[in-house]
């Protein structure tokens, strides 16, 4: 404390705000995205034919055993919001920088501290549509195959020949947490060649069976009771996210308790929804690991 000679200690303040690296992967990118204009509403799905024509005789009279099927599927968008109330006295800071925006000297230290918490609401918009395509994705939970390091190849080869149609077989892509990638990761073929090969089209990215895998956070997708949940299929076949706008960021300095508080409050709304469209696009596996 500065009474015991806190005073004498050199201090080293940097008012630049630093970011903390996280891995946060827009699982959007992988579903089908729906700009809506209303709150709620509805698709219609369609059922496919699971046989053909029926054998007839000369003159015999045709039967009506076969018709289309229709399904109709809801969408309600419901609003997520948060209200970050910020001190004037802060805003007016002239001390304070933004890594991202460092070669901009004429911009306000006002500016560049709501271009930071633009930047930090960005990412909980991200957050929040992960944790609704998530949920989607724990659906498939139930009905997931159990494997082991030892058999996993077998079960995922068998569940991409037979499990899935061979259309959504074809572009299908693989999500999986940190230790269902690391379990993978480690497996060679017969030949002692590692079972991810490097994706020639990314500097970074891995195949499996020809496949893209995105890696998500544990603490997203998160390891139950030693399972690694492995989802694969064509999400933009299986569920919808539905937007019903941008996210929205305003700020005010009167309104709200800022008045009262010499504080400006910004706000930010996001209105969303995610539905599933066709249950038999996706499948999963439930990986236990050592």
């Given at each position: 404390?500065?009474?015991?000679?806190?005073l004498l200690v050199p201090q080293d303040i940097q008012?630049?705000?630093?970011?903390?690296?996280?891995?946060?992967?827009?699982?959007?990118?992988?579903?089908?995205?729906?700009?809506?204009?209303?709150?709620?509403?509805?698709?219609?799905?369609?059922?496919?034919?699971?046989?053909?024509?029926?054998?007839?005789?000369?003159?015999?009279?045709?039967?009506?055993?076969?018709?289309?099927?229709?399904?109709?599927?809801?969408?309600?968008?419901?609003?997520?919001?948060?209200?970050?109330?910020?001190?004037?006295?802060?805003?007016?800071?002239?001390?304070?920088?933004?890594?991202?925006?460092?070669?901009?000297?004429?911009?306000?230290?006002?500016?560049?501290?709501?271009?930071?918490?633009?930047?930090?609401?960005?990412?909980k918009q991200i957050i929040t549509e992960n944790n609704?395509?998530?949920?989607?994705?724990?659906?498939?939970?139930?009905?997931a195959t159990a494997a082991t390091t030892a058999n996993?190849?077998?079960?995922?080869?068998?569940?991409?020949?037979?499990?899935?149609?061979?259309?959504?077989?074809?572009?299908?892509?693989?999500?999986?947490?940190?230790?269902?990638?690391?379990?993978?990761?480690?497996?060679?073929?017969?030949?002692?060649?590692?079972?991810?090969?490097?994706?020639?089209?990314?500097?970074?990215?891995?195949?499996?069976?020809?496949?893209?895998?995105?890696?998500?956070?544990?603490?997203?997708?998160?390891?139950?009771?030693?399972?690694?949940?492995?989802?694969?299929?064509?999400?933009?076949?299986?569920?919808?996210?539905?937007?019903?706008?941008?996210?929205?960021?305003?700020?005010?300095?009167?309104?709200?308790?800022?008045?009262?508080?010499?504080?400006?409050?910004?706000?930010?709304?996001?209105?969303?929804?995610?539905?599933?469209?066709?249950?038999?696009?996706?499948?999963?596996?439930?990986?236990?690991?050592?």
């Amino acid at each position: 404390v500065e009474a015991d000679g806190g005073l004498l200690v050199p201090q080293d303040i940097q008012t630049r705000i630093n970011e903390l690296r996280r891995s946060l992967v827009p699982l959007s990118d992988l579903f089908a995205v729906e700009n809506v204009s209303f709150l709620s509403g509805s698709r219609v799905v369609d059922t496919a034919p699971n046989k053909g024509f029926t054998k007839i005789d000369e003159m015999a009279e045709i039967p009506q055993d076969d018709k289309p099927a229709f399904r109709k599927i809801a969408y309600k968008v419901e609003d997520y919001a948060l209200i970050l109330p910020v001190s004037n006295d802060l805003l007016r800071e002239r001390g304070i920088s933004v890594p991202e925006f460092s070669t901009m000297l004429s911009l306000q230290a006002q500016m560049l501290l709501l271009l930071a918490i633009g930047i930090f609401l960005t990412k909980k918009q991200i957050i929040t549509e992960n944790n609704l395509l998530v949920t989607k994705l724990a659906a498939l939970d139930e009905s997931a195959t159990a494997a082991t390091t030892a058999n996993v190849v077998e079960t995922l080869k068998k569940a991409l020949n037979v499990t899935l149609d061979p259309a959504i077989s074809a572009t299908a892509h693989f999500v999986t947490n940190q230790d269902g990638f690391n379990a993978l990761d480690q497996l060679v073929d017969g030949n002692k060649r590692p079972l991810l090969q490097p994706d020639p089209t990314g500097s970074t990215g891995k195949l499996l069976f020809g496949r893209g895998i995105t890696v998500v956070s544990n603490g997203i997708l998160k390891t139950a009771t030693s399972k690694a949940p492995i989802y694969f299929g064509d999400f933009t076949q299986y569920a919808t996210l539905f937007r019903r706008q941008p996210l929205e960021i305003a700020s005010t300095d009167i309104g709200g308790n800022a008045w009262k508080t010499n504080s400006t409050e910004v706000r930010a709304i996001t209105r969303l929804d995610a539905q599933v469209f066709d249950t038999e696009a996706a499948a999963a596996v439930s990986l236990t690991i050592a």
